[in-house]
């Protein structure tokens, strides 16, 4: 097995999934408007944002139990064309309502991601790993960084529905990169395990819990001003504000790419 090609590969892919998975920040509460919404936008906002994140946070371990079993390139496939599929609901929605239940049933389907670290990691000489992950996590962070910046600008060119179609596109190409352009070696698991049980061993692990806690704490003051931030920038600019607000979050994304070496 070629684990510089699935490194290659899946940099890439990861790349078009980052930028897919962030293009919509900077338009979600424009688009509400769009659709009709006239009152309590950052809530809204907030609300579609949390049932995204619980959703995903319900589903990842079984997700992540299920590409132990049956493999991480398979995951690709579930969850990219999953994923797209709910953009392009997002895109035909005709009310607020909608897009909140396209937005949960998003987080239920993701993973991506998550499948590429792990092949990656399970599928790498031990003495080329730390490498190989942090190639990743590089394509990572700069599809996020540049997500919301492509996606402000998008959406004031070709308008939210167009760029929510773009979206979907682009991670559909991702999963056929991830899928068809890696190997992976399936490992047998040396003992039958269930849910809970991997549940139970994960948190009765103090070391874990504490990394847990720490990583909520930080993404909660990271998100939580992802809802209001497009508003806020419409209360200053009152032209291009999508753009402006991309453009922000994509600081956001650069100024954490260079301090995490740097306090690390």
């Not at 079993?69 to 995951?75: I, L, S």
């Not at 692990?205 to 504490?210: D, E, H, P, V, Y």
Request: proline fraction near 4%.
């Amino acid at each position: 097995m070629n684990w510089r090609r699935n490194l290659v590969i899946l940099s890439m892919a990861v790349f078009l999934a980052a930028i897919a998975f962030s293009l919509y920040a900077p338009f979600l509460p424009m688009f509400l408007q769009e659709l009709g919404l006239k009152e309590n936008l950052s809530g809204w906002s907030g609300l579609m944002q949390a049932a995204n994140s619980l959703t995903y946070a319900l589903m990842a371990p079984v997700w992540g139990m299920l590409a132990d079993r049956h493999g991480k390139r398979v995951m690709f496939m579930r969850s990219g064309f999953g994923i797209a599929l709910t953009y392009v609901l997002m895109a035909v929605s005709h009310n607020h309502y909608q897009v909140f239940a396209w937005r949960a049933l998003n987080g239920l389907l993701s993973g991506f991601i998550p499948s590429a670290i792990l092949l990656v990691a399970t599928n790498t000489p031990e003495v080329h790993l730390g490498f190989a992950l942090g190639i990743i996590q590089t394509a990572n962070s700069i599809g996020t960084i540049m997500g919301p910046m492509i996606g402000g600008v998008s959406a004031n060119l070709f308008g939210v529905r167009s760029t929510l179609f773009a979206s979907a596109a682009v991670l559909a190409l991702a999963a056929v990169c991830a899928y068809y352009g890696t190997r992976e070696e399936i490992r047998p698991q040396q003992r039958k395990s269930t849910f809970l049980t991997d549940m139970r061993q994960v948190t009765s692990n103090g070391a874990l819990r504490i990394i847990m806690i720490s990583q909520l704490l930080i993404n909660t003051a990271l998100m939580v001003i992802q809802p209001t931030l497009p508003l806020f920038v419409g209360e200053i600019v009152t032209t291009n504000v999508a753009m402006f607000t991309g453009v922000i979050f994509s600081i956001i994304g650069v100024s954490t790419a260079l301090g995490a070496p740097l306090f690390g």
